[in-house]
């Protein structure tokens, strides 16, 4: 499956912004769908993790609250809704998918990985 990460851009704090993962090659219900990002100068962490029917999801404790996950199956599309961002948010954005049902905010769990988008929060 190939996947393919958009909607990234510079807003300011407090902002909301929706980014979208975009599946092709197989159909992404067969796929949990993760987010994870990269700071600037920082490791990559996981942000969110939602599993392939939509009924679970998982959020790192950083953006519980601000941040939900969300896919359209019909659309081949896992979005990750942002809201009230700050500016430690700033960060390149990716989605990735993984067959296995365990493993949500382990990048090693991840067998396919979209190219990231940029979001950067100005303050």
């Known amino acids: 499956v190939q996947l393919q990460a958009f909607g990234g851009g510079l807003v300011q704090t407090g902002c909301s912004l929706r980014l979208s993962c975009a599946a092709s090659g197989r159909p992404l219900s067969s796929y949990s769908i993760g987010w994870f990002h990269q700071p600037p100068g920082k490791e990559r962490e996981f942000v969110a993790a939602i599993s392939r029917n939509g009924g679970t999801t998982v959020y790192a404790d950083s953006v519980k609250g601000r941040f939900t996950i969300s896919r359209d199956n019909a659309k081949n599309t896992v979005y990750l809704q942002m809201g009230n961002l700050k500016p430690e948010d700033t960060a390149v954005y990716y989605c990735?998918?993984?067959?296995?049902?365990?493993?949500?905010?382990?990048?090693?769990?991840?067998?396919?990985w979209g190219q990231g988008t940029l979001v950067t929060v100005s303050s």
């Open positions: 990735a998918a993984k067959s296995v049902v365990w493993g949500n905010n382990y990048i090693s769990a991840y067998d396919y």
